[in-house]
């Protein structure tokens, strides 16, 4: 059965860099046709796609412009995981973070394996 | 703030159908993109429902349905049942945004 499991702290200070890692069960960060993201949910910015890794030939990494610049998705292919590195965050981070499996469809992907959630508070 | 739009909540009586939209634009369903749902319960994930408007995932019941029109999308709930009460979100990609996007999200209540 295939599963992500995510890991990190639940508080993370202001200014400072939220870390959150995904161990990835049955399935490989490598496989071609998938890719592996980073949501967030929070009640004043709904559900919001962050970036996310994949592998064709070599790493792509891709990520929404309203964290690009504070962001970094890096995939570990030794022990089969995707981590999430948040640089800087403010209180308007604080949100449940998900660690997600992306699958290409005909046009576009969607994302059809979730991480069970990890609420990140950013305060001081 | 989300560019694709859903109506906040939708309601039913058990054995009812009904829909939930999703309106976008030009750059996002309009365009060639498919549209994904989603169903979230309380405290869990979000569970995708449908992928490629229309498309049911195994184990999903044959009572949900999707479909796409121009710059909107819908699902359709036929014969609502309590289980059903949930929070559902649309899915697409945007170009102008160059990212994923997600609706504002429908809370399906079962009266």
């Known amino acids: 059965q295939v599963q992500l499991q995510q890991s990190g702290p639940g508080l993370v200070r202001p200014s400072q860099t939220l870390s959150l890692t995904c161990a990835i069960s049955?399935?490989?960060?490598?496989?071609?046709?998938?890719?592996w993201n980073w949501i967030r949910q929070s009640p004043s910015r709904g559900l919001e796609w962050l970036g996310r890794?994949?592998?064709?030939?070599?790493?792509?990494?891709e990520y929404a412009a309203s964290v690009k610049g504070r962001i970094t998705i890096n995939p570990d292919t030794s022990q089969s995981q995707f981590s999430l590195q948040l640089n800087s965050v403010t209180p308007d981070d604080t949100a449940v973070y998900y660690c997600?499996?992306?699958?290409?469809?005909?046009?576009?992907?969607?994302?059809?394996?979730w991480g069970r959630g990890t609420l990140v508070s950013v305060s001081s | 703030q989300s560019v694709l739009t859903q109506p906040p909540s939708v309601s039913g009586a058990p054995g009812q159908r009904v829909t939930i939209s999703c309106t976008g634009s030009?750059?996002?369903?309009?365009?060639?993109?498919?549209v994904h749902w989603y169903q979230q319960f309380p405290g869990t994930a979000p569970k995708l429902l449908m992928y490629?408007?229309?498309n049911r995932p195994s184990g999903v019941p044959d009572r949900f349905s999707g479909s796409k029109s121009g710059t909107s999308a819908s699902l359709a709930i036929t014969g609502l049942q309590a289980e059903d009460e949930a929070d559902y979100y649309c899915?697409?990609?945007?170009?102008?945004?160059?990212?994923?996007?997600f609706g504002t999200g429908t809370k399906v209540t079962v009266l």
């Open positions: 490629g408007s229309s």
């Open positions: 899915q697409s990609y945007d170009d102008g945004v160059s990212g994923y996007v």
């Open positions: 890794t994949y592998y064709r030939s070599m790493w792509f990494h």
């Open positions: 049955g399935d490989s960060v490598s496989r071609n046709g998938a890719a």
């Open positions: 030009s750059s996002n369903i309009g365009a060639i993109y498919d």
């Open positions: 997600v499996r992306g699958t290409s469809w005909s046009w576009g992907w969607y994302f059809d394996l």
